[in-house]
């Protein structure tokens, strides 16, 4: 069995009858909670094998205060309310994603004394940069978080191709998060297993208490998932047209034929995507603007894309840079 190892835009771009602009502007954060014991993000919890280290990394004692303004609307999508946030530049995207984020924590972490966060693989990874700068790198509990991977190619961990590495690069080896709470997956198996022993870690987690579970779905419930989505409009390794995306039994599961590159992944289903309490579609650049008017559009297609079926339980928000809601 396995052991767990938009500024308010100057020039807000135009939104389609259905979306309403309002503009909003975000208050500065203002916490402080210490971190109760230094550690390291050096080694990940390997899904099978339990490391659990404790050591320093680096810290950034200074603080600022962040404004940002954005274009908001919102939308329904499936069964949630989707909240669209449309912002100048991705630079500001980011900056009020890392708020986004803070602000979750803050309240996780009083209410369940953990902090069960899902990432993805992509640009995503670059768009938690401000998580690391302060006021944020200082006033969040990084101890209590908990990290996982919505998806990852099932390559070995320092390959370049891996998610896990590309997260740990750019964000988990720059915060003090305890080694035993990152959940990567165990890169010594195939893909069917390491999708199993997924599977068998979150159960234990579900079972010690780090992990909620829905009580209206009976799938673990994170508390929140930040995404990215391909241009082809796929989220997670669930990709349009793919039987995946129909899964309904399975909390993890594997793919060998992934469109993208590689062809050999694991990725949670729908089932558990949608019972999260909140979700996060963080999406940039132009090559995302026709699919992002083609879900969020008034264009309504029989088939839906896979981030059409994002529907959380809970909240749902999309982070768009202004030239990614081009076509809104
Ligand atoms: O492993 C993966 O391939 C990613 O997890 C994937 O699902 C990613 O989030 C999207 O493809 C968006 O990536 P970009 O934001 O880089 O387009």
Partial sequence: MAECALNLASSPPALSANLHISPTRFSPLRRTLPLTSPS????????????????????????????????????????????????DSEEELAVALAKYSAD???????????????????SLVKSLRKLVEPPYFDSIDWSKWHVFWVDERVVPRDHPDSNYLLTYDGFLSKIPIPAGHVYAINDALSAEAAADDYETCLRHLIKSKILDISKESVFPKFDVMLLGMGPD????????????VHEKEKWVTFIKDSPKPPPNRITFTFPVINSSANIALAIVGAGKADVVYKSLGDDISSDLLPVQMVSPEGELVWFLDKVAALKL
């Fill in 40 to 87: 390291v993000a050096g080694k990940p919890l390997f899904c099978s094998h339990l490391h659990r280290r404790n050591s320093v990394l680096s810290t950034n004692s200074s603080r600022s205060q962040f404004r940002t303004k954005s274009s908001m609307a919102e939308k329904m999508t499936g069964k949630s309310k989707a909240e669209v946030k449309v912002y």
């Fill in 104 to 122: 979750l924590s803050e309240k996780f972490c009083k209410e369940r004394d953990a902090f069960t966060v899902v990432v993805s693989g992509g």
């Fill in 233 to 244: 409009g796929h989220v997670a390794s669930l990709f349009p047209g793919h039987p995946l």
